[in-house]
């Protein structure tokens, strides 16, 4: 049995579903961004393999780009973390919901 | 793949893991020796089993430079009592110093210490990517001295983990800037072939001295060695992330910072040193007989220990940095120096082509 | 040994390597998301390290090579660190348990099966006959093709990892004068 | 208030590090060199060598002897009291115990005993003794397997001790006795 490209985007599939379920089921800021970055991930690898068995680099060259973005929001997305927490003392969402700060 | 091939990778692998594991032991001893001697002092010179000065010639060798000295550690580590302080995070103090471990032995995997013995090459992996998967490794090395610095659930070794975090991601953005000049200049990112470059061309501390002196300089602070040695300052934090530890799990730490000196000695001498090769005595090509093989194999263990050395002889030499001026130096002058030489580099390429 | 021989041919190694790495991935993401024996946000990022590292291995299996090494240095070495900077400096406590809102949970598994039902259609149409693969995910043919037809894009991801950085050091400044 | 120190700021080459960098190299050259060629070296192979103690230095308090070889001490207890860590024991003779083995004492303690894990060289008992008995002398390496091995007995300070030399503190007294010869004790 070959593992073709239906196996890895099976793989990728499952790993974006557990971001998801982490989205929308945990309750840290941290875990939530964590999550986030699974689902980057399970994006990275779907397009790798369409890459490789399509036989075309633009593939990766587009997770290039997305870890690069990645690293990009990963570094924003943690200073607004720490503001947050310095304002409010918690990294819980359901500490957060008010608009104003 | 074949059976050849996995049992020769199993042979080597052994070897270069004994082969660092005793470098790392006597490095030890290097350091405890050098330090001696800049500061008037002798140094280990007792440890010896009872018979060792009744062999002839290399009797008082051996019991004067305490040749058994990194026996008597070794035992030493491994007898002492493991002890766990209470309320630490109990999975990770154990994890830590195996997580520091792992990274510190794997950029070995890489690294070309020979041209080839027999229709073997002699490097556990010619990755076409070697520099880049060398950089990988590195950046991993971080986690354990964060972690051991969380599980402690102390002060002090979470400054040090905290600390460390910041240094190593600071110093791995100049490091990677500094090698880039060298990728342009060669055009390729595997190991063996940046050493056949250097062996036409020359070594290419001469084509790019700023690059390596960023280079050397900064693996001195992903190494966490001394002028760089913040995370485990001493005198201010106690020891930094290994404050807690003790017995096994701390020669682990030990361990770890040898063996990051030993592969990052192997990488300058392999990116800026020309590796295995010399460029006399016909040592520039790949050996065709046994012996040359050798003799590849031992000119690369010299320049090595040299670079040992002179981490070793550092560390004995200049004071620590302070954490701000750490960072003014690591992004205010080698990150524009390195932009600035891969520049002047690109730009050098450009006339010449 | 000729049976030993076949067993360890290339595509029979790939493959197992492939259940190896997809396993460990899934395992580790669970672990991510649902750790049933800790809700510690440090433990969540370790095991999210080690779905990374064991993506990059499904990432060297697809022949990617370049990825893989910046996958684990970029990935790896840099965000995940920051991440756990981020853990330790907030010092932030273990997740409480609370109940889990109903409307939550149902907007979760509607949206995952939305997204099942998206894959289930996708998968259907994908071709599982194609010829061999052939490509290699060279350092230097990637480069070319980011320098040659993808400039723009990259001078673009330049700029905003430009605007980024001002903005993290912007947000991470105690007061606003 | 706090105080700002001025700092001057760094010339070129002190920015550079160049200069700090060829003087250490310098430096620890020149140590490393005279230790390695020259053999100078600052510290002691201790077992082998050892350190030749001032005369004023205070080691270890022993028991001294007098010229004839009789005990000096004669139990009489300040050194116990007066002792800081409240290392010295001792055990007078009592009623029926032995007498001083000297002629011009009373009584000798029936046992004397310091532990040295406990003594902290202070020289409080040398100077307190009446009898000039006891003095701290120049041991300084004392070992032992354990801790009842490091508690010396009357014996073994008075063997380490030796003879006291030169000091015989009833020598005036008992030449004015005999210019009188009236002294009580026969010699």
């Known amino acids: ?101 | 793949m074949d059976w050849n091939f996995i049992i020769f990778s199993l042979v080597k692998l052994a070897i270069i893991v004994g082969v660092v594991q005793g470098l790392v032991a006597y490095s030890v001893l290097a350091e405890r020796k050098i330090s001696a001697w800049i500061q008037d002092r002798v140094g280990p010179n007792r440890c010896a089993p009872p018979f060792a000065k009744y062999i002839p010639v290399l009797g008082p060798l051996l019991t004067r430079w305490g040749m058994f000295q990194p026996l008597a550690d070794g035992l030493k580590f491994m007898f002492k009592e493991d002890f766990t302080p209470a309320g630490v995070k109990k999975i990770y103090f154990f994890l830590a110093p195996a997580i520091a471990v792992i990274p510190a032995m794997l950029t070995v995997a890489v690294i070309p210490f020979g041209s080839v013995m027999g229709n073997q090459k002699m490097v556990l992996a010619d990755l076409n990517v070697g520099i880049l998967y060398t950089f990988g490794i590195v950046s991993m090395g971080v986690y354990g001295i964060v972690l051991a610095g969380y599980a402690a659930n102390s002060k002090y070794p979470m400054f040090g983990g905290i600390r460390s975090s910041a240094q190593m991601i600071s110093y791995e953005i100049a490091m990677g800037m500094s090698v880039i000049p060298v990728l342009l200049i060669v055009g390729n990112l595997n190991l063996g072939k940046i050493i056949s470059w250097q062996a036409d061309h020359g070594w290419l501390v001469m084509y790019a001295p700023i690059a390596f002196v960023i280079f050397m300089v900064s693996s001195f602070a992903e190494t966490n060695r001394t002028p760089f040695d913040l995370p485990e300052a001493e005198t201010e934090l106690v020891g930094g992330y290994h404050t807690e530890y003790g017995s096994m799990k701390f020669a682990l730490f030990f361990l770890a910072e040898y063996s990051n000196m030993v592969s990052s000695s192997a990488m300058m001498v392999t990116l800026f040193f020309g590796g295995w090769t010399l460029p006399f005595w016909g040592l520039d090509h790949a050996a065709t007989s046994l012996g040359m093989g050798i003799a590849h194999i031992l000119v690369f263990l010299v320049k090595m220990l040299f670079f040992m050395v002179v981490f070793i002889w550092v560390r004995w030499m200049f004071p620590r940095f302070r954490y701000d001026q750490l960072m003014d130096l690591g992004w205010r002058t080698f990150l524009p120096l390195a932009l600035v030489n891969i520049l002047i580099t690109a730009l050098w390429l450009w006339m010449r082509s | 040994m000729e049976q030993i021989n076949n067993l360890l041919s290339a595509s029979n190694v790939t493959d197992v390597l492939f259940y190896v790495f997809a396993a460990l991935t899934l395992l580790c993401a669970v672990l991510v998301v649902a750790n049933p024996f800790s809700r510690n946000p440090v433990t969540s990022a370790m095991f999210l390290v080690l779905t990374i590292i064991s993506m990059s291995g499904l990432f060297l299996l697809l022949h990617a090579f370049f990825l893989a090494a910046v996958q684990i240095l970029v990935y790896a070495g840099a965000v995940m660190v920051l991440f756990l900077f981020v853990i330790m400096l907030l010092d932030l406590k273990e997740e409480q348990r609370r109940r889990i809102k109903f409307f939550g949970l149902a907007a979760g598994l509607v949206s995952v099966g939305i997204v099942v039902s998206i894959f289930v259609k996708a998968l259907a149409s994908v071709k599982t006959d194609a010829a061999p693969p052939t490509l290699e995910g060279e350092t230097y043919a990637l480069g070319k093709l980011l320098f040659t037809q993808y400039t723009l894009p990259f001078e673009i991801v330049s700029v905003l990892l430009l605007v980024a950085m001002v903005g993290v050091i912007l947000l991470s400044k105690k007061k606003l004068e | 208030m706090a105080i700002t120190v001025d700092r001057k700021p760094l010339t070129f080459w002190e920015k550079l590090y160049l200069p700090a960098i060829i003087g250490g190299i310098k430096v620890t050259t020149k140590h490393a060199w005279n230790t390695l060629v020259k053999g100078k070296v600052v510290t002691m192979e201790y077992p082998e060598q050892k350190w030749t103690v001032p005369d004023h230095y205070r080691g270890a308090p022993y028991l001294v002897k007098d010229q004839e070889g009789h005990t000096k001490c004669v139990s009489c207890q300040l050194c116990e009291f007066v002792c800081p860590p409240k290392a010295i024991r001792i055990t007078p003779p009592g009623d029926a115990g032995a007498k001083a083995d000297r002629t011009n004492a009373e009584k000798m303690p029936a046992e004397f005993e310091i532990n040295m894990l406990r003594c902290i060289y202070c020289g409080f008992c040398q100077e307190v003794c009446p009898e000039e008995a006891i003095f701290l002398q120049k041991d300084y390496s004392l070992v032992g397997t354990s801790r009842a091995e490091m508690i010396y007995n009357k014996e073994k300070l008075l063997s380490l001790g030796g003879v006291s030399p030169g000091i015989q503190k009833w020598k005036l007294k008992l030449d004015e006795a005999k210019a009188q010869e009236n002294f009580p004790v026969k010699l």
């Open chain 1, 1 to 101: 049995m070959n593992v073709g490209l239906h196996h890895y985007l099976f793989v990728s599939f499952m790993l974006f579903s557990l971001g998801l379920l982490g989205v929308i089921m945990r309750r840290n800021l941290l875990v939530i961004y964590m999550s986030l970055e699974l689902m980057l991930n399970a994006a990275n690898l779907a397009l790798v393999s369409f890459s490789r068995f399509n036989n075309k680099l633009d593939g990766q060259v587009l997770v290039f780009f997305i870890i690069t973005v990645a690293a990009a929001e990963v570094a924003v997305g943690l200073a607004l973390i720490v503001a947050l927490y310095r304002k409010r003392q918690s990294a819980h969402v359901e500490d957060l919901t008010s608009m104003k700060l």
